[in-house]
């Protein structure tokens, strides 16, 4: 592995603390291997932004642009300076070539992350649609007819209305709303600021 760490190290170049080193639908080729430093792989959905993972050293990322030929999916962020081994699609095919071993780790990895970004995506979904719902209610609010708002809400998030329930049943569990047997009786817009700025603080 002495001449794989050498060929990394090879192909070190310093990022400078909070410089990209790719944007979200950038298109590119090469992936990256962290040999000093920190690096935040973020997910952005409208205003909000959400940290996939932070990376250290002896970590890679963006290993699927020189595999196939698509835009990043995420935006990679250096968390302070860090020197990190820049590999295009020619060098990142002879690693894989290298030995089997290095295949066999890079395809255990892969199955990891594809689980764990899944996880985050869905975590990030639910934040937008819980933000969509509360906004409804401050402009909104009191409803003329709350079967009516709950079909609006679907429309607007695009989910169905047994989600929406549930996503207020979350939401009166928070003491944002005051539900009476599936029916909101009471919006705490208060609380709603509270839950909002809370919210914020873990994205």
């Known amino acids: 592995m002495r001449h794989l760490e050498r060929l990394l190290i090879r192909f070190g170049r310093l ?9 979200e639908d950038e298109r590119g080729s090469e992936m990256f291997y962290i040999i000093k430093g920190r690096v935040s792989i973020e997910k952005e959905a409208g205003r909000l932004k959400k940290v996939l993972a932070e990376l250290g050293p002896g970590e890679y990322f963006g290993e699927m642009a020189p595999l196939i030929d698509i835009s990043r999916s995420a935006s990679a962020r250096v968390l ?34 594809l689980k764990k970004t899944s996880q985050a995506l869905e975590d990030m979904n639910h934040s937008w649609m819980t933000l969509a719902v509360i906004l409804f209610f401050f402009t909104h609010w009191p409803f003329r007819s709350q079967e009516e708002a709950l079909i609006e809400l679907a429309v607007r ?47």
């Open 15 to 23: 990022y400078r603390r909070d410089e990209y080193i790719f944007r």
């Open 80 to 113: 302070e300076d860090s020197i990190v081994a820049v590999i295009d699609r020619d060098v990142f095919h002879s690693l894989l070539s290298y030995s089997s071993g290095v295949s066999l780790l890079f395809l255990r990895e892969f199955s990891h992350r």
């Open 157 to 203: 998030t695009g989910k169905e209305p047994p989600e929406i329930r549930d996503l207020l049943e979350e939401l009166a569990r928070k003491g944002v709303i005051l539900l009476d047997g599936g029916v909101v009786k009471e919006f705490r817009g208060d609380r709603a600021w509270d839950f909002l700025k809370g919210a914020e603080q873990t994205t």
